[in-house]
């Protein structure tokens, strides 16, 4: 998805954020109560699942047409 510079400059902060938001993902680790589970979120920061491994998780995101990533 492509955008004209003089489209970008005049979105707001709230639309800016939203972009990418329904094509990528990213996967971080998260430690909760002494385990580490490797959970997916949209861009724009809506958890969508977690899974046990990095690996799985960005299989598992990308089988649901997103484009992700791993985070530190």
Known sequence: ????ESTLRH???AAFGMLGSMDMAYVRAVEEN???????FA???QQL???KSASAALVVARQNDFE???VN
């Open 1 to 4: 998805m492509q955008y004209q």
């Open 11 to 13: 979105l707001s902060p």
């Open 34 to 40: 002494g385990a580490v589970t490797y959970q997916i």
């Open 43 to 45: 861009a724009n920061g």
């Open 49 to 51: 699942g977690e899974e």
């Open 68 to 70: 992700a990533f791993l």
